[in-house]
Structure formats: C-alpha cells, structure tokens
C-alpha cells in the first residue's frame, strides 16, 4: 500500500463530509429559491458545523447518547472505505478490493443504527418515534433498493463494486441504459434514503421536533452533520458507482453526484409529506413493480 | 426348579375355597392370600420359563394323555402370558391389600384370586373346552367385581358386561360345538390336524363365532361397548387387572384360534381392519372422556387395536411386535389405572376436572401417571416405544402404509388427551377441598415395580424380546405347538 | 334335524329377547334361553340313531350301541355354568333395581361419557 | 471404555443424580448437572478428528454411534450452549421451585440432542428424537400453570413431525432391511422416484418441525414464550438446529441431494430444494414481520429465531457449496447470538419479572453488562459487520445471488433489513429511553449470570474477526458430506463473485472508532450528564405522570403497513382443525350409546357381517 | 325400528348357522377316531364308571369339572359380595297354606336323601354331584317357600362350601403327590357297577354334591335375604 493511498483514506473523510455539507446548503439555496426566499449562503452548514464543533460544553443522557455520534461516524467512515471513489488511472479504491457491495450494504446501517441508539437513549419520545418512522420507512425503501442492486449483481456476475464499475466501461454500458428498470427502482429508493420529502416523516420538524437528533447538541450535533453530509456523499459516490460508471476524476464525480443530488431534492420541493405507513407501502407499489419488470428482463 | 404348573391353577382354586373360612380366623390375614398364591405363580412362570422355551412342557391332568384328557400347554406364548397375567396379579394383589376396604373385603380378594387364576388357566390350558370354562371363571369373576362396590354405575356397567359376555359364551359354545362335531375331538392341537379334513364352509362359520366371542374379550370393535363401563366402574384395581389379564387372556385365545388352531388366512386381514378401526374409534372416543378411568378404558382398548394390528400382520417380527405390545401395555396400564385409583379417590370425583392440582397435592402418585402415560405414548426410553416401533415397522414393511398412517394419527390422539390429563395434575390449582391423605406404602410398591418394569425393558427391550421370540415363532410355526402336544400322548 | 332347528330358534328367540325386550328380568329369561338353545344343540350333536345313554348298567350293552358321551359331559358344564350367569345376572339385576327403581333398560344408560 | 457411550452415560448419569440428590441441597444438583455437562463436552472435545464409533444390536436391529466431523459440528454448538446455559441457570434458577426437575429435564435433552449427532443409524436417531421431545416438553411446561396449552401444542406438533419422520424411515427400512446411514445413502438412488419423493417430503416435516419452519412453526412462539430463559436459550440455540442436522443428514447423507440429478432443476437447484428454500425464504420474511408486532421480549426473538432458522434451511436447500457453509455456519452462528439474546432477555426477567417491552426502559444504567451483550447480540443478528452476523449473511447471499435466484435473494434481504425494526425495538424498549420508577433499584445480574453471556458476546467478536477458523471445521463437515469445501485460501471471505476481507472491516472500524472516540474526548472537556427527564419539551416541565417513553406499539404504522401479512394466521387455521376434529370425534363417540342392548345388538351385527364376509375370510 | 333391526339380523344369522348346522349330519357317527368313541371303548376298562359321562366329567375331564365348580363358588359368592348389606332385610314373605307347610316338611327329608342318593351313584346311574346337589336345593327351596322364617345357617353352608372344594383339591392334589398327574385316579377301580367302585370318582361326586347343594341353597338364600 503506497503512501498516496494511504493519505487519500486519511483525507477521504473530510472531502466526503465536505461536499455532502456543501451539497446540503445548495440543496437549501435551491429550495429557498423556489419558494421564492433568498436562502442562506451556500457554505452555511460547513459554517454551522465548525460552530458546533468549537462549543466547548455539552449535556449528555448517557454512555449510548455519548457514543452514538462516535459509532455514526465510525460506521460512515468505514463504509467510504469500501466506495471507490475514484475509478481509471487515478483510482482512489481506498479499501473496496477487500470488500464488496453486500458488505457496503450492511457497513452502511452501522451507523445508522448508533444513531438511532442514540436518539433512543436521549430519553425524548420525540427521538424514539423518529426511529421507529424511520426504521419502517427504510424497510420501505430497502425492498426497490435491494431489488436493483441483486439484478445488477446477477447482470454482472459480480457482487463487487469494482467489477460492476469495469463492466460500465463505455458510456453506452452505463448500468442506467443497461438496466433502466433498476436504476428507477433503485432512484425511488434513494429519495427514500435521502430523507428529503415527502419522505422526511421520521424528521419532520414540525411534529416531532426532527425526531432523533432532537436532543443532540454541541459537539455531538457536529458529529452528527459531519456524518450526515459524509453519508449523503457515500451514497451518491455509490450510485454514481453503480450506475453512471463511476468517474475518473473529481470534477466528473461532483458534476455526477450532484446530478444525483438534485433529484430528491426536486421531487421533495413539489411534494408534501407522507405518513410512515404510506412511505412504506408507497416503495412496495411502483418502484417494487418496476424493480421485478427489471428482473423480469434480466431472467429474459 | 418349579413344582408341578398345575399347581398354578390348583392352588389358586383351593386358595379360593379356603378363604372363607380363614376370614372367620381373621379379615386381615385375607389379604395377602392372593399376595402369596399369584406370588407362587409368579416364581412358577419365571422358573418355568427355560424349560418352556426349549420345548413346550406339556402337563397330563388326571393321567389321561392328550387327546383323552385334558392338558396344560405351557409352550413359550402360554409361559409368556401367563407370566405378564401373574406379573399384574401380584402386583395389583399387593395394591389390593390397602386399597379394598369395601366390605365383604374377602369375597373381593377371593373373586380376584380366581379372576387370575382363571386368566392363567386360559393362556396353559391345551383343552378349548377346558378354555371355555377357564373363560367363565375369568368373566363371572369379573361380572362380579365390576359390580362389586355395589354402587349405581357398578351394577348397570356389570349388567352390560354380563349381556355381552354371555353373548360371547353363546358364540364360543356354538363354536366349539361346530368343531367337536366335525373333528371329534377338544384337543386344541389335534384339533388343528384334524380341522384340515373338514369342510372349510363349517370350519370357517365355526371359526367366526369363536372369534367373534374371544372378540368381545379382546375388546374388538364393535364387541367392546361394555369395556369402557366396565373399566371405568369397577374397582380401580380390577380396571388395572381387566386391562393386564383378563384382555390378555382374551387376545391369548384369539391368537391360538387363527394361528395354530384355523389356517385360514383372510382371517388376518379381518384382523388387521379390525385392529385399525378399534384404534381409531377408541382413540377419538377417549379424547372426549369427562372420567379419568373411562378415558383409560378407552385408551386400552386403542392399544389392544394395536396388538390386533400387529396380530393381524402374520408375520414373526409382526407378532413378536404384538406380544410386546401386550406385555407393555400390561404393565402400563396398570400403572395407569392404579396410580388414576388414588387420584379419584384423593379428588373424590371420578372426573378429569376435578383432578386439578393433583400434582401439588400428591407428586409421587402424579409422577407415576405421568410416567405411564409417557410410557404409553411410546416415548423412549420408556418399553412403549419399542412394541410401538416394530409393529410400525412390520405394518409398513408389508405395505400397510395407510394403517400405519392411522395408527400414527391414533397415538397423537392419544398424546393430546393424556397430557391434558397430565396437564392438569400439574398446572391447574388443586381445588379447596382435596383431602390430604397418604397413600398406603404397598401401593406405591406395586406401581414402582410396574415403573420400574417398564424402564428396564425400555432401555433393554432384548430383555423381554429373549422370551417373545420363540412366543412367537410357536404362534407362526404351529406345528411347533402340534408336534409337542401330540407328542405327549404317545 | 328338527332338533338343530329347534335349538337355533330357540337361540334366535333368546337373543331377539336380549335385543328387544326392555324388562331386564326378560332379558335375563332370554340369556338362560339362549344357554337352552346351545344345551340342546350340544346335546343333539352327539345323539346317534337308534342308540341308548353311556351308561355300562348291564353287560349287554358294548360301546357301539352307545351314543357320544362328550356333549352330554359338556352340556352338564354348560349348564352349570349358565346358572352361576343367570344367578349372578339376577342379582346385578336386583342391585339395579335398588339404585334406579326400574327395570327398564332404556332408563339405565348413565354412563354414556 | 467407549467414548460415545461413556458420554452418554455420563449425561443420563447427572440427570437422574442430579434429581435424586436434589432433594437435599441446591448447590448440589446443580454442581451435578454443570460438572456432568462440563465433562461430557471436554470428552468429546477430545473426540474431534477422531471416527470413534460403536456398534450393537438391539432388537435385532444394527445400531452404531459415532463421531464425523459434521456430527462434531453440531455437537459443539450443543455442548458449548448447554454448559453456558447450564451456569447462567446454576444462578438463574435459585429460589424457583423444582430445579431438580428442571436439571433432570437439561440434561436429558442434552444427552438426547448428544445422541441424536452421534447416531449413525435411523433407529437411535428417532430414539433420542423423541426423547429430546419429551425432555424439552417437560421444559416447555416447567411453569405450570401458564405452560399447558402451549405446552401440549409443542409436543403435538412435535409427534406429527416425529411420525412423519418414522414413517420415512420405516418404509427405509422396508425398502432396505436396515436403518444405518450407510446403507440408505447407498441405497437411496435405488428408489423409484415417487419414493425418494415421499421420503423427501416425510422427513422434511419431520425435521422441519424441530426447525420451526412455516407452516409447521406454530408451537414455536409459545413454546419459546413459556419454557425457563436459561432453557430456551438452548432450545432455540441447540435444539432446534436439530432439525436443521436432519435437513443436513437428509440432503448430504441420506442422498435426498441425488434427487437433483433426476428432477427438474432450477438454475442449478433441484426442485424440491428450490420448494424448500422458497419455505426458508418465507419463513425467514413472515416470522420477521411478526416478529415486530409482538410484545413480549422472548416471543420477539422466538419469532426471531423462526426466522433466522428460516435462513438456514434456505441455504442448505440450495446444496450448493457455498449454500451448506452459510446454513451450517448461520446454524453455529445463530446459537450463539440467539442463545446470548435469550439468556440477556432472562437476565432482564430475572431482575424485572417481566418480559413485557412496554413496561421496561432505561434499564442501560442499571444493567450494562446485559446492554452490552443484547447490543452485541442485535448487531450480530442484523448481519451488520464487524461482528460474525455478517459472515453468515455474505455466505447466503453469495450462494444465491451466486445461482441467480433473484426472488429469493430480494425476500432474504427484505427479511434482513425487516429484522432491524425489531432489533431496535428490543434493545430500546428495554435498555433506552425512560425508565419507569419501579425499576430504578434494578440491580445488574450476579456474574454466574453474567458470564456465560459475555463470553457468547465475545465469541461473536471474535467470529467477527476470524471466522476462519469455524469455517474451516465447516468444510471438514462439507467435505464429510461431500460438498466442495468453501474457498479458505485467501484468508478471506472470497468466492468468484466477491470478496470481504473481515479482518480488514474490524481493523477498519476499530481504529477509526479509537481515533473517533479519543479526538472526541480529549479535545473536549467532559459532557455533563443530566437526567433523562430533562429534555426537550418545549419548555414545558414533564411530571411523574407524563408517560415519555414510547414503547406501546411501537410499530403501528408498520403493523397497518403490513397487516394483510399479519390477520392470517396458520394457527388459526390449526385451531380451526383441531376443533373441527374433535366434533368429528365428539360424533364418533356416541357408537357408545350407553345402553347395553345397543352393544348386544353389535355384537349380532358384527356376527352377520362376518358370515355374510365369510369367504373372504378363507 | 330397533325390533325391525334385531329382526333383520337375527334372521340372516339364523339362516346362515341353520345352513352351516345342516352340513353337519345329524343322527350318525361322524368322525370314527373321536375322543367320544374312545371313552366309549375303553372308558369302562380305565375309569370303572358305569356312566360314562360321569367318568368323562369327573374324570377325563375332571379338570372342567373343577372349573364348573369354582364357576358355581363364583356365582355364589359373587352373589355374596352383590347383595352384601350390613343389616339384611327381609321380604315380607307369606307363609304358605298348612297343606303346603305339612307336604313340605314331609317331602323335605326325602327329597335331601334322593339328591344323596343321586350323587353317590354318579357314577352308576343318570346323574351326580350337580344333579344331586340341585335336588338338594331344590329340597331347601321347598321349604324357603313354605316357611317365613325359615333358614339356613350362612356359616355352615359357608363351610360345607370350603370343604366341599377343598376336598376336591385335596383329591387331585394326592393324585399329584401319589400317582402320576393332578386328580388322578390313586384309589382301586374296584369292580364296575358296583357302589364301591371308580376310585376317587365317587368321592369327588359326594364332594360335588355337597357343594353344588350347599352354593346353591347360599344363592337362594341370599336373594330372599336382601331383596326389600
């Protein structure tokens, strides 16, 4: 392992949380824009962060409310460790040849999981039905999601990230024109992910207070969006991965994350919210049906 | 060394015939006469059994070698049987001694004595006639212990016993007149030599009446409707003693009659059907029993459609299957009936409900139930299981899967309305009033040998399957039986 | 041969009484009919044309002038034993009446569970 | 002496000596009972490798126990279970009543479930089937009087798969004359194929009872529900992967796996393979569903482990190399994390006397050791990485992704992801959130207690880290099977398809959690720790009164979500059946009319049918 | 309905043992080697009973013969234990006319002393020790009928009872102990058709005889006893 790997791995994170937080504040100029508001600036969340991070005191609930920011970031971090960001002659693979998307897929809910430990701990009923929103909305998702990711496993003959990205070698065998019907299952799914609205019931500010983080501040909510742009980031560099064919370099990797990023954040602007229950049943309908369409032609 | 067999029967008889007079000397020394007479029989069987199982020892009454007089056969199967029937005798003879304290307690103990005695004289006898009469003294002494406690349900469920086994002796009389008129003889093994010779439209008609009158001892449906009654009225210890001896007996003669006797073999399948249908509908007819001891009766009589089956199979291993079948369950039952004796009288309610709670109030007795039905079950390592297992096997190695299938329906029956008995004896609450009493060292004596029976031959079934070997081989080799008896008069 | 048909009817006619008939006395009459039926089959079984009793009272008499002598010896037992039945069954019957007061059978069918 | 039945003897042994000395002192019977199992497992640890068998005849009938190395397999997993379960009991039992039964009852399921792996022969495999039957019914219904109906439902069920079973290897026995292993796998491609049908379906009830799959899983819940926590620890843990040793033995020894080659195929997988694994499949998604619903601790992870069994089978039906590793490994797996969750949930029961979720929260402060192990547990369960879970769920996805089974691969996973809803659920609801008063002197449990969890916790960890070592005793087994062993080469996680290096995954987490957690406390000073009542509620001061834990129905929305999946029910169905049969029985019965002119007039019809039958009876 | 039933399959029965019975020729010697026509050549010669049917009963087959016995002892003690009661209670039972008594009285002594007769030669006329023992009964009977009060002493039937079976036992007992085999014939045969002849047929009848009478006078009484 040269030593540029191995500065690319130490780095990696704060790039990743950079531009997911940077993302997040386009995101909001966007929608501030839309609704006809002047926005906040684009950099405000890295700004709120560094903030939060220099606050010297903070409340804790609890060994599980101390830890669960330090698991969250642990879990984001290592699953970035398994993304290649990177792909062709100046690869950044981190650690990606070691493990493959299945592991990525698990790697990702560790974090996710701390979080909600978290949030269970603060002793907030707020938090505790945040969770539980959320928990059943992700299983909503996960079900187009999974269904997209196992036909572009059995497509390509492989369950890694890496082989999946070689396959896509021409823009042409971009695994959004190979198997459109995954990638829409897959594109619901990540509105779903993404939290935004109309699935955005397990935060919903307004009703239960943003639900799990409602107890968080300090340096623990520094953490806590740290790891959440992080994890925007790791997401949209793996659907890129797995869909656009990864990039070569960072100006292709942010113009194609950033594509990817706008999408919930339209769909979001013009919708209202669902309930937990319709969220969930919601991804069992259409993007199940189109995801098994996709099946269907890969059986073919 | 063992003394004369006929003693076995002789004894019992004067025994019988003494006790009145005894009882002018003293009640209490009553009670451990059948003890010490069905004891004596009990050593006679054991010592008898090396010598039976070599070459059937052949016993001349009145000096009259066969086919003049009348002979004991004791061959493996008659040795065999006579054994499990002294086995159960004593045992439940030393229930007996505490548990009868209904008055005239001799006359119990005397009616039971001759009740062994007349079992046991069934399965030696080599006489049919000699069988029929041993066949009455079983069932009158049982016509009268049925009614014995002289209460309401005693005497209506004595009074359908009695209807129906009159009946049955009315069947076996005209059977056995059938075969003297044709053969000549009363010889159980000349009459199978000479039974070929006859028309087979006489033999077969003498044939079914035999069968259907030892049908109605061997519990066969639909000749068992005064079996639950009178399981379930008399006093417990008959209950015991009609599931291990007098059933026994009784399924003793059905086999001499179609294996060594007939050669007929359509018979088997009757046999067979026969066997599954008793099952079966005593299997569900028990499920929904409010009495303890009737569920038990019906119980029993599902488990002697299991030794039909297996009789009906005609096969060795069928048959060694079906003899183990009845030597566990003549454990077994027992068991059962004995230790359901003192939880009815410790709950004084004849019904399953009121059995609540039993397990709290008297563990050891509740252990021994739950032991019995385990064992019943066919749970190993308990013996059930192994009599259970070869006549399954036998019945789906001869292609009898639908049988099988239904006897295997049969025990889950059975499982489900056993452990809702025991269930109930342990977790419901006992009820306010359950008397605390102690029960009496000799019976907890005679159901720890009955327990103890049925643990050692189920974790070494070889131990019993020795003996019923060659049990067996006698019943599907008649000519064993034949050649001995004959043998005698020469 | 009228004698087979004799002893069956009379078995018939016992067990008919036994099915039918709802007086428990009668059904008891209708068991020692029945013993009637198989006592005279028995005995007919053994009878020969134009022989006497096995009885050796006077010299004359040889074996081939005799008829069977086993059915008579069985029917004695058969006999015997059809009394202790009908005495034992007498005396259930009087029993049954003590508890129930009837004697009619269709009243006595307690122990139906 | 032998071995194998020295071991035996040595379980049998403690049961009765443990009953019988129970009379007298506490410590004593459950000395006997720890000592006994403790013994009897470093015998046979002494046994791996070796082919130690005995051989006797019983009834005329060939028996032989022995030892192979998939028997081995499965006789660690009971062992190592069982001697943990048996020390956490040595604490958890204490003051209860009747723990000679109770020590009796575990050791003798112990020594049948021994008995069951060393069998090399039908006979002595249903033999202590069925004494393993009984022994753990009699632990079902060791709490009287709530255990009964849950109790007689396990042992029915119990005995229709039994007989299933004994039918299967009665008609082997007719077919063959013999019920060693040996000779049904030779014989087994003799059959016609309607009767490797049969067999295949007979002994698949059979085993598929013990393994609780759907439909056959209806006793489960209850029965997990009721028994003592230590035992159902090993109940769920040991015992039930039972079932899943005879789908192994039925597939791999028996031959059933030959019934591939002349069947249709599946890509790749035999008909009634893909049938099961289709079952596996569904049960692992359904029991997950139900699983979220419930209220009751240990009826979640009954449902729980209904699943993950589901899993298993699902693997072992694909027969595929890569299939068999994950069954047996998820088999070793599964013992561990479910049997540390069932003892924690005791632990719980043991200090609260509840098991209800909606009644507890915020135990986290009082008992940390037990959070520890039930975070480790969840963690495992969910298949998350670093900890073993996840092996076993890379394995199975591998496998079928590996045979191109897409359907199936999308309900696993969808049952994987639903499995979280109810992990969290446990964990919250228990440990997290508030903690209701009556639990504020809720002590953490004695370390006789603690023990055997953590050292189950930190086999996970450790699995998590290096299952190679497991998965190399896992391909001794497969080779005894005649699978190709899983690719261990690379010391890592690898077949043609993908590879996860878990070492590097641990090392991953670990240091950057290290770095995480020593950044974050070092540069700041300590956060104060406040109560949990103070929190966020819009300034608002929230009483005694306010109910602020959420707990009741904690998944409603979920439960309206997928309520089509949960109003059906096959117990009911059952319920429904057994009611109906005991009507027909209830018919049947009145053949007794009571009167006895009615019996009389039997006896003269059964008289004429048998005359009017009477030449067929020549 | 249920007559229509019994009816039905009466007459199929009937039907069905009336044509197997008709197979079997009535009136002749059938089977030439049967144990009947043994007993009838050689039964003289063996036993030295003139009535063969009594040296068939208590002799070749004696050992029926002890069943029908205990068959009997059965029934009267079966009865025994039935009708038990603590305090007997007793029929209102009405004297019967003078002439009645007188006849029976008269009738009484005779008729005792015929079933003595009946069963002491058992063995050489029509009879024996049931025939005798009926007669006895049917002698005590009488006077039940005639007599109100009249009764019998419970313990001395009870012992004649014993005695009576015991004897038997003891009989065949010595046959075990003196000749070859259980009841068999240890005294001289004597001369046939003499009183004194048979060997232990005779004894074994008088014992018979005493019992049959004494059990069945105890069932008599009994019954009249307890029936209120």
Redesign the interface.
Known sequence: MDILSIIWIIVMPFIGSLVGLTYMGIGRKIIARVQHRYGPPIFQNVVDVIKLYSKRSAITHGVMFHLAPNIAITGTISTLMFVPVLVGENAISLFSFQGDLILILYIMVFGCLAMALGAGQSGNPNSAIGVSRGLTQMFGYEIPFVIALVTLMVQNETTSVQNIIAAQDSFMHWNIFQSPFAFVAAMFAFLGMMGNKPFDVPFAPAEIASGPPSEFGGKYLALMQTNRGMFAFVKLVLYVDLFLGGATNFAILLVKTFAFYLIPLFVGIVNPRFRTEQAMTFFWKWPTAIGLAGFLLVLL | MYLDPVLMIALPLFAAFLIPPLARISKGLVKYVPVLIIGFNLYETVMLLPHSMVKPVIVIIAAWAPPLGINLTIGPLGNVLALIISLVGFVVAVYNIRFVEEEPNEKYHMLFLLLTAGATGMVLTGDIFNLFVFLEITSISSYALTAFLRDRDGAEAAFKYLLIGSMASTFILLGIALIYATTGTLNMAQIAVRLKDVDPRIAIMALILLITGFGIEAEMFPLNGWAPDAYSQAPTPIGAAFGGIVVKAGVYALARLIYTIFSFQGIFHFILIAGIITLLIAEMSAIRQKQLKRMLAFSSIGQMGLVLIALGLATTRGVEGGLFQMFNHAMIKPLLFLSAGYLVFYSGSKNIEDMDGMGRVKPLLSFFFAFGAFAILGLPPLSGFWSKFIILSETISHGFIAVATLALFGSIIEAVYYLRVVGRLYFKAPHDGAKVQYVPKSALVAMSILALITLVTGLYPDLVMTYLKPAAAELIDKSIYIKAVLSAGL | MIYYVAAISLILIGIYAVLVKKNMIKIVLGLTLIDSGVNILLVSLGYVKDKTAPIFSNPTLTAGDMVDPVPQALVLTAIVIGVAVTALALSIVIRIYDHHKTLNINKIRELKW | METIPFILSILFGAAVLAYLVGKFNYILKVGVSIVGLIWAGWLFLGLQGTLSSFTFKMLGFDIIWRINPLSWLFGMIIFGLAILTAIFSGSYMKGKERVDFYCFAMCITVASMFGIVVSGDLLSFFFFWEIMTWSSFLMVIYYRYEAQAAGLRYFVMSMIGAYAMLTALLIVYAQLGSFLFDVLSAGWSGFSLTLQIWLFVLFVIGFAVKAAMMPLHTWAPDAYTISPAPFTALFSGALSKMGIYGLALLFFVFGAGKLASSVITIQGVSLPGYILAWFGAITALLATFKAIVQDDAKKLLAYSSIGQLGYIILGFSLSSSMGVTAGLYQAVNHSIFKGMLFLAVGAVFYRTGTRKLSEMGGLITRMPYTFFVVLLGIITVAGMPPLSGFTGKWLIYEALIEKHLIFLAVVAFGASTAAFLYLYRIIFTIFLGQRPKRFDEVKEVPWMMRAPMLILALLTVYLGFYPYQLLDLINQAQVYMGIAPFDLSHSMLFNSYGNVSTITVMNIVAVVFFIVFILFNTLYKRSRKVGLKDIHTSGEVPGEEINLHYAVDFYQPFARGVSIFLKRSVSKIYASLADNLEGLFDVMRYVYTGNGQTYALFVVIALAFLFLVKDFLV | M??A???L??G???Y???S?????P????????????????D??Q?TGA????TS??V??????????V???????????????S?RPTERARQNASVIVKTGARILFPLIIILGAYVFIHGH???G?G?QGGAIIASGFLLMFMSYRTYHVNH?IL??V???A??VF??I??L??AY???????ILPLGT??TLFSAGVIPLIYVAVGFK?GAE?TA?LD??LQ???
């Open positions: 249920r007559k039933i019994a009816v399959f009466l199929f029965i009937g069905y043992l009336l197997t019975f008709l197979l079997v009535f009136g002749v010697v059938r089977v030439l080697e049967g144990v009947g026509l043994k007993y009838l050549q039964g003289l063996q003139a009535n063969l049917v068939i009963v002799n070749y087959r004696g050992f029926d013969t002890l069943g029908e205990t068959v009997l002892f059965l029934a009267a003690t079966g009865m025994g234990a039935l009708l038990y603590k050489l006329t029509p024996g049931f313990v009870s012992r009872e014993s005695s079976g015991s036992v003891i065949g007992l046959g075990l000749g070859s085999s259980f009841l068999a014939n046939a058709n049959v069945l069932l009994t019954m307890t029936v209120k």
